[in-house]
Each structure stands twice: as C-alpha cells, then as structure tokens.
T-cell receptor
C-alpha cells in the first residue's frame, strides 16, 4: 500500500507567475484535501475534492484552484503568485467519510 | 470565526510525562484529532476523539471534554524522537471537510 506522494518537493517561483502542485492519493482513497502551512503555523484548509468535485473550500481567493482526476490524483493551481503564498502545501487523502486522513510530505513553495 | 489555541512551545525531559493542551471555539464539532509533525515531514495521525473521555494508545493518550471545548494529549515515557510539533485539529462537520488546525505546539525533549 503506497502512501500519499506529492511533487515537486521544493519549488521557487517569481511573484506573478503561476504554479501547479501535484498529489497522488493513497491507493483506494477517493477524497483529497489541500492545506497551506506557513512556517511555524498549523495547516490552513484550502479545499477538498470528492470524486472529482470540489465539496468544500476554506478562506482562500479564487486564484487557488484545483482538479481531481478519475484516478483520484489531484492538482493545486495557484495563479498570480504573491510573496505570502510562500509556504508548505500539504495534500491529504481519505476514503469516503472515514477520517483516516493520510498526509503527503508536502511541497515547499518559495515565491521571490 | 474558528479559534483553536495551543501553547507555542514546551520542553520536557527524556522519560518524563508531558501534557499538551488544546482549547477550541468552533462553529461546529464532529471530532478532534491530534497529529505529530517532525520538521519538514508530513503530519502523522496520533488520535481521534469524538466522545468525551480518555482514549489510550500505547504511550499516547488523548482526552476530550466537549462541554469545555478542551482536549489534551498526554505523552508518557518521553523519548528523544518525540521532539516534534503536535497539532490539534477539529472537524467542523460530518462531511469530513473544513478540517481546522491549531497553530501547533513545538515539543523539545531534552536528555
């Protein structure tokens, strides 16, 4: 049984650019959530996808968007990057309404 | 808004017992989680409480009082590898979305 994998592990982008982060869910999991974790803080919920549909969103602007694919892998897209977007982005997957969330190791995004 | 509070930092000695507190004021409640996160790594699941009382799992125990909006994580027989951040998180609803995390408590275990 594989865990949750995220790519890339580290990324440096320039302000104003766009970025796509990827997440491969744990086998059998059809729900994926994305979180932003600033240094020294707890993760902040961005949104959740269930069977390819967004079914929950936190307090993030529309320039944060996502996709979930038929194989339940997922992408997080961020447009018009700002310096404050620098953070660790975590993906977590789970099965249906169970709460066995498994987190990936994250992508460290630095915006300069 | 949603508010979850934890101490920022704690220090304890190897072999000792430490209690990490978490208080919450949220618009909904469908369970409380504790996660452990080592620097640069993914959070890993420690415990889940949805009913009042104590859940014990080896060296780790978690307590919940819903009426007081309070939980604690108890770590016994501390080991150096327990040095990490401990995150308290509340699920607001029964759809598993809107998972609200506290700021985390950074625990340092000293020899």
């Amino acid at each position: 049984e594989t865990g949750v994998t995220q790519s890339p592990t580290h990324l440096i982008k320039t302000r104003g650019q766009q970025v796509t982060l990827r997440c491969s869910s744990q086998s059998g999991h059809n729900t994926v959530s994305w979180y932003q974790q600033a240094l020294g803080q707890g993760p902040q919920f961005i949104f959740q996808y269930y069977r390819e549909e967004e079914n929950g969103r936190g307090n993030f602007p529309p320039r944060f968007s996502g996709l979930q694919f038929p194989n339940y892998s997922s992408e997080l897209n961020v447009n018009a990057l700002e310096l404050d977007d620098s953070a660790l982005y975590l993906c977590a997957s789970s099965l249906e309404a169970s709460y066995g969330y498994t987190f990936g190791s994250g992508t460290r995004l630095t915006v300069v | 808004g949603q508010n979850i509070d934890q101490p920022t930092e704690m220090t304890a000695t190897e072999g000792a017992i430490v209690q990490i507190n978490c208080t919450y004021q949220t618009s909904g409640f469908n369970g409380l989680f504790w996660y452990q996160q080592h620097a640069g790594e993914a959070p890993t699941f420690l415990s889940y409480n949805v009913l009042d009382g104590l859940e014990e799992k080896g060296r780790f125990s978690s307590f919940l009082s819903r009426s007081k909006g309070y939980s604690y994580l108890l770590l016994k027989e501390l080991q150096m590898k327990d040095s990490a951040s401990y995150l308290c998180a509340v699920i607001l609803d029964n759809y598993g979305q809107n998972f609200v995390f506290g700021p985390g408590t950074r625990l340092s275990v000293l020899p």
